[in-house]
């Protein structure tokens, strides 16, 4: 697991609920990031991840806070700058957000939901496809559906082409 640690947090992760997650998936990291506050995400570096963080490092580099705030938003502005910096520090080392926790102190839940986001990542999609393939194969009403699109195009098909072209010119060059 990457044991990435944000700047300036003040605690970190149990060493038990590592273990866990890097048991789901060994490219996970649990940050604090304040307050009850928990990031969750995996560290996989790629060079469009680390050319995006170090374009938004350059960019932070220039922000100031406003002079003309009053004091509590000139807090407010530095307190935010200051963790996009930490955040696009982590986004540097290849760190991707999964999930954010407002918990006190992590615990299982946050494994038992990467879990479920695991699960759902590398499975939901075939089995929607086979739940609906499924509930669509000799279904009534999708055939009666079908008996009647069939029905208005041959009804009223001819019609619906002769309105859509009835300007239309055909010119052929020679031959």
Known sequence: MARLRMEGALRDAPEALLRDLEAVDP???????GPRRWVLGRVVPNEPRRAMAARVLASYAKATVPTWASADEKRVAALRLEESRRFARLALQGFAVIAEYPLN???SRILFDFQLRDFLYRFAADLEFAKGLAASEGEPSRQRAIATILDAAKTHGVDAWRYAMR???VFQGAA
């Open 105 to 107: 102190d992590p615990d």
């Open 167 to 169: 300007k239309r010119r």
């Open 27 to 33: 490219a996970a990291a649990l940050v604090y990031a």
